[in-house]
């Protein structure tokens, strides 16, 4: 009788060590570091609006930004919304190869931005140290480009890893996160760059 009440044991040694999307504590991490980041670019964002409402002129004494290098930033960021896509589906079906070819186009997506916005900065018309709207924009920059350049930096990590192992499957579930965390990057400057570039037009 007490061996019929007895329970079988489960073996799990087969199920997976990883999961994507939700099943990944990374996804939880990555969802809860772009609420915290959200959250500061929209305080950010706060102030600035709140130093428009206070100004009888804005810019401050101060040109609006040039459009020439950021419009060419954004249709870049929106682009790079395509490999980024494709790097995420090939890595959610472990297709190594596709995710080694994503990987390396969205680097360099990724390394053309930072240069474009080297040339971004130049053409703000402000300095960070000059007045409230200065100080400002500089920190919506700064800030946006503090994500680019973490991102790009843990793609070039990846698509190394990639190359060189171990090929385990967590790695496939970091590819992910990392384009998931892209899109974070592309909308949230969307934001920044109608507040920087052209609320001051209007």
Request: proline share 4%.
């Amino acid at each position: 009788m007490s061996a019929m009440l007895e329970k079988p044991e489960l073996d799990v040694s087969r199920l997976p060590t990883y999961g994507f999307g939700h099943r990944s504590l990374m996804w939880w991490g990555t969802m809860g570091l772009m609420i915290i980041e959200g959250t500061v670019f929209a305080l950010t964002l706060a102030a600035y609006f709140y130093l428009r409402s206070h100004s009888a002129h804005w810019p401050m004494n101060a040109a609006p930004p040039e459009l020439l290098w950021s419009t060419a930033n954004t249709v870049l960021l929106l682009l790079s919304l395509a490999p980024n896509h494709f790097a995420k589906r090939a890595s959610e079906r472990q297709d190594l190869r596709a995710v080694r070819l994503w990987l390396i186009v969205c680097l360099v997506f990724g390394l053309a931005f930072i240069g474009l916005r080297a040339m971004e900065f130049g053409s703000l018309n402000t300095r960070w140290d000059s007045q409230a709207y200065g100080s400002a924009v500089w920190m919506l920059m700064v800030m946006h480009t503090i994500h680019i350049v973490t991102d790009v930096f843990d793609t070039a990590v990846l698509t190394v890893l990639m190359f060189t192992g171990p090929l385990e499957g967590k790695r496939f579930v970091d590819v992910s996160e990392n384009a998931l965390y892209w899109v974070f990057v592309v909308l949230s400057w969307l934001p920044i760059y109608a507040a920087v570039y052209w609320v001051p037009r209007i």
